[in-house]
């Protein structure tokens, strides 16, 4: 299993919003980033997901689960686009924060503190241990 990291706008898609879809989950549509779309590329059913708050919060909020492979994006025409459905596990009990996570040492080389603008991230194993910890689950 590996584990990623992607990041929404809250006042465009919040993590409420992914919770009301339910166990079919939503397509994570609209990314058109090459790097953000390769790791979407890369992943497998039952990879798990950290759901980040970007830019109001700026905080890691709940788990998500791959429920669908990589398949060609439906809000474009272009092929170069595609993503995967992914859908809400469970919330964290406390989020964790952009600013926590920098302060934390053992997250310095975290992919959230060094590239903060990718919106679809690789977490590692230990990174993933951190910030569960650090969000009570």
């Not at 549509?29 to 390769?38: E, F, L, S």
């Not at 924060?97 to 920098?102: D, G, I, N, V």
Request: net charge negative; with cysteine.
């Amino acid at each position: 299993m590996a584990y990623w990291l992607f990041k929404s706008e809250p006042d465009a898609w919040g993590w409420d919003d992914q919770v009301a879809k339910g166990d079919a989950g939503e397509e994570w549509d609209g990314v058109r980033n090459y790097q953000a779309r390769n790791n979407m590329r890369a992943m497998k059913i039952g990879d798990l997901g950290f759901f980040y708050h970007s830019n109001v919060g700026k905080e890691v909020v709940g788990i998500v689960e791959v429920c669908r492979l990589s398949a060609p994006d439906s809000t474009t025409d272009d092929p170069r686009w595609d993503c995967v459905h992914i859908r809400a596990v469970k919330p964290l009990k406390h989020p964790v924060t952009l600013e926590q996570a920098k302060r934390d040492p053992r997250l310095a080389e975290m992919a959230l503190v060094k590239n903060t603008r990718l919106s679809v991230q690789p977490v590692t194993e230990s990174e993933w241990k951190v910030i569960c910890e650090l969000g009570g689950v």
